[in-house]
């Protein structure tokens, strides 16, 4: 069964940092590509970013360019996102995505299984 596990959100001042994770089982995680994706209520499912299943290719949606960087640990089945440079409106439920296959975490067509996701709220 495959499970994944969003961890390290938290409240966080304008300009600060979080690092999450993503802890995996029930799949052979260095095969699949994955994703960071956010939920705010009213606003729906945006895409963050995206990394192929060797971690060779990295993506990113504009809004996060520059300022989170995505990483995995295909030894500890385990996914990161650092972020940096916290605004208000990175304020949403963080949720880790796994993608069909080792490439394509841009296309939502490709996603075939999420977290529950963990909170992240940016305010002073």
């Known amino acids: 069964q495959v499970q994944l596990a969003e961890a390290g959100g938290g409240l966080a001042q304008p300009g600060g940092s979080l690092k999450l994770s993503c802890t995996t089982s029930?799949?052979?995680?260095?095969?699949?590509?994955m994703v960071w994706a956010r939920r705010v209520p009213g606003k729906g499912l945006e895409w963050l970013s995206g990394?192929?299943?060797?971690?060779?290719?990295?993506f990113y949606a504009d809004s996060v360019k520059g300022r989170f960087t995505i990483s995995r640990d295909n030894a500890k089945s385990t996914m990161y996102l650092q972020m940096d440079s916290l605004k208000p409106e990175d304020t949403a439920l963080y949720l880790c995505?796994?993608?069909?296959?080792?490439?394509?975490?841009?296309?939502?067509?490709?996603?075939?299984?999420w977290g529950e996701g963990t909170q992240v709220t940016v305010s002073s």
């Open positions: 995505v796994k993608c069909r296959g080792p490439t394509g975490p841009m296309n939502p067509g490709q996603w075939d299984a």
């Open positions: 029930g799949f052979a995680f260095r095969m699949y590509a």
């Open positions: 990394i192929t299943s060797e971690g060779t290719d990295t």
